[in-house]
């Protein structure tokens, strides 16, 4: 009976569908879209004309008539908002559709995200489609800069590495960037305010921001670590205040450093395996609600292991700035200073979301995607050519994390001995001096002083050499 039903349903569902894929080619190839302009007024509209290409060959057969989804993302990050636009294509013909920009949308950079449906009709959601491998082909993206101008200087707040959670006791630096055709003077105040209620905003600096031309402008402001510490553990807004006016505002978080509770989740198989799981490339915020992320943080790090302790393993390619990002048009004075919208990397914004739940980040220096997931502190031989090679990649790792106020630990050797490959064997101290000088030279990049190895703790249940468990 389950058997027939089953089947009852397979042959209705296919004859719903069969009116789709008779319409459609079956889908071949990469999706490439040509946009008539990459720049654009609100309330404007684009053209995109479809194609898909399979080994430099068109394939135009499988983009005729197939449905179509189109979000811009913006350019300007921000960590807890919604902000990706589902926008509706309007089909001009065959192969392609034109999109309107929204009136109300602010100027700036954005992403255009365009996905295909796939050959039963069926179209992902954005952040499905950004973590789903088997509709990447199907996929395409096209940064556009949209103008939408109004009357005196654009001016955004933004911070350092495009932070937005912040500890109490730490210096932070925010950054006001204007930019106005014929130049511009501008007497900006930057305030804080809970956003959970509607309480009176605190004033945390003010200043002056000019410019004696269309060349954009940006001003910083230090807001000292004893100022910090008397803020208060919660979200609020930053707001930039002009001629007594909001202009601008984002949504930042402030959280206490919490010593590591009974577990940790180390970073093993799950869910980078012998990779580290870097990826240096500009975050679209979607990304960050896949499994290898928030859902990390949610059933993993939480429900499983209670932990509030995150060791990344094979912390050897660590970026360490955020990626260098060329906007379309940014030098035209009708457009928002570019230095307000930036994204961080994919692998930085993940730190954040770690942190902003009350999750520390530990780093372990090891070396694992050329070798396995078991190496991971490999001396390739004692020759100090060799070891330098090795140290460096353990500098840049550090270098990476130490922006970051929840970065608590460094490792450089988990199970007390050298996993070794090459060359003869070590002696107890070659063994001993390059691990101190590899120690000495990760912590002094991370700016951690003292530089002394710690205590050899013990994570599991180890025999010693008379065969009782210690």
């Keep these: 009976m389950v058997s027939m039903r089953a089947c009852a349903l397979s042959l209705i569902l296919s004859a719903l569908l069969l009116p789709y894929m008779a319409a459609v080619e079956q889908w071949r190839g990469s999706l490439e879209v040509t946009v008539d302009n990459d720049k654009a007024r609100a309330g404007e509209a684009l ?14 057969d499988a983009v005729r008539n197939r449905d179509a989804a189109i979000w811009l993302v913006p350019q300007r990050f921000v960590l807890f908002a919604q902000q990706s636009i589902a926008v509706e294509p309007e089909r001009v013909d065959e192969t392609t559709l034109r999109v309107t920009i929204p009136n109300d949308l602010p100027g700036g950079w954005y992403e255009m995200v365009i996905v295909m449906a796939d050959d039963y009709g069926r179209l992902p959601g954005l952040a499905e489609a950004l973590n789903d491998r088997d509709v990447r082909d199907q996929i395409q993206r096209q940064m556009i800069a949209v103008t939408n101008v109004t009357s005196g200087p654009q001016l955004y707040l933004h911070t350092e590495r495009q932070r937005q959670v912040f500890s109490p006791g730490e210096e932070i630096r925010f950054m006001v960037s204007g930019r106005q055709a014929g130049g511009f003077a501008a007497d900006v105040v930057l305030a804080l305010y809970p956003r959970e209620s509607q309480g009176r905003p605190m004033s945390i600096a003010r200043g002056r ?23 208060a553990d919660g979200d609020y807004y930053l707001a930039l205040i002009h001629d007594r006016q909001p202009v601008d505002r984002l949504p930042i978080r402030f959280i206490s450093g919490e ?34 992320f928030l859902g990390i943080i949610e059933d993993s790090l939480t429900r499983i292991h209670n932990a509030n302790l995150w060791v990344h393993f094979f912390t050897n390619s660590h970026p360490i700035l955020g990626p260098k990002q060329a906007l379309p048009h940014q030098d035209d004075p009708d457009l928002p ?103 000495e030279s990760a912590l002094s990049a991370a700016g951690i002083e003292g530089a002394e190895i710690p205590l050899n703790i013990s994570f599991g249940r180890e025999r010693d050499f008379d065969g009782e468990v210690s």
Aim: glycine share 8%.
């Design 47 to 60: 053209t995109l004309s479809l194609d898909a290409i399979r080994r430099g060959r068109s394939q135009t």
């Design 209 to 231: 921001i000019e410019s004696a031309d269309a060349a954009a402008q940006t001003v910083i402001f230090d807001y000292p670590a004893s100022a910090s510490a008397a803020i």
């Design 259 to 292: 010593r590591a509770s009974g577990g940790a989740r180390w970073a093993h198989t799950h869910p980078y395996g012998s990779n580290p799981g870097f990826d240096a490339s500009p975050v679209i915020p979607e990304r960050l609600e896949s499994s290898r």
């Design 337 to 439: 200073p570019p230095a307000a919208h930036q994204r961080p990397s994919l692998t930085h914004s993940f730190y954040q979301l770690l942190m902003a739940e009350g999750v520390s980040l530990g780093i372990t220096l090891g070396y694992g995607e050329d070798y396995s997931s078991e190496v991971y502190m490999p001396i390739p031989t004692e020759i100090d050519e060799h070891i330098n090679v090795m140290a460096r990649k353990y500098i840049n790792g550090s270098l990476g994390s130490a922006w970051l106020p929840n970065f608590v630990a460094v490792y450089t050797d988990y199970y007390g001995h050298v996993d070794y490959s090459g060359g003869r064997e070590l002696s107890d101290e070659q063994r001993d001096q390059i691990r101190q000088s590899v120690w």
